[in-house]
């Protein structure tokens, strides 16, 4: 060459040194086992969910990340069941899952609650749907006022466990650990 160095030699077969290195070596041996893969992908095949709010009964309000709790109470105003939504599920989606193999004689439910599906499925079972008609249904419903009075009941009930700061706010990351700590409060309230 011109500066007065000289070019190097071609090295291994065709002057390619990486054909000669792959024979002696081998294939390399950082890959996984046949034995150790997955047969499917996805997560653990336990019983685990998959993380995220999504799963977590945590959804966007207008007031930002909230949970909201639909509950069944007694006749004493105590807790029966409940169930946790997300902030932005409507409330109607909780109440079948809360009506499952359950016999009442009455329903009282505000205008959340107000849908065919759930007066039907009431009159089915023979019992009152105490349910204020939606300002946005076409007709009205009759509904009987004095018994709706006593829906204070589930109001007052929400008002005793918000008193409890860890149920105000939700300071708990995940629903079973919220839902256990509706239920302590519950049975704490049951008991007064």
């Known amino acids: 060459m011109g500066d007065g160095l000289e070019a190097l030699p071609k090295m291994g077969r065709k002057g390619r040194i990486r054909a000669d290195l792959r024979s002696p070596v081998g294939r390399p041996r950082l890959r996984v ?4 893969r997955h047969h ?4 653990p095949a336990r019983r685990r969910r998959k993380g995220g709010t999504q799963n977590q009964a945590i959804g ?5 990340l909230t949970t909201k709790i639909v509950a069944l109470v007694d006749a004493l105003g105590n807790l029966a069941r409940f ?3 997300p902030g932005q599920r409507h ?7 809360l009506l499952y193999g359950i016999a009442l004689e009455a329903l009282i439910g505000d205008k959340a609650f107000d849908s065919d599906w759930l007066r039907a499925d009431l009159n089915e079972r023979g019992a009152l749907a105490v349910i204020p008609p939606n300002g946005s249904r076409a007709g009205t419903i009759p509904y009987d ?40 409060v519950a049975s704490f309230l049951a008991l007064k």
């Not at 086992?33 to 150790?36: S, V």
């Not at 966007?60 to 930002?64: D, E």
């Not at 409330?91 to 899952?97: A, C, H, K, Q, T």
């Open 91 to 97: 409330d109607s989606i909780g109440v079948e899952p």
């Open 33 to 36: 086992r046949a034995h150790r």
């Open 60 to 64: 966007k309000s207008r007031g930002g």
């Open 145 to 184: 006022k004095e018994m709706y009075k006593w829906r204070h009941l589930v109001e007052t009930f929400f008002q005793k466990i918000k008193e409890f700061r860890r149920i105000a706010t939700r300071y708990d990351k995940t629903d079973t650990s919220f839902r256990a700590a509706i239920y302590l």
């Open 40 to 43: 499917r992908q996805g997560p």
């Open 83 to 85: 169930v946790l939504l």
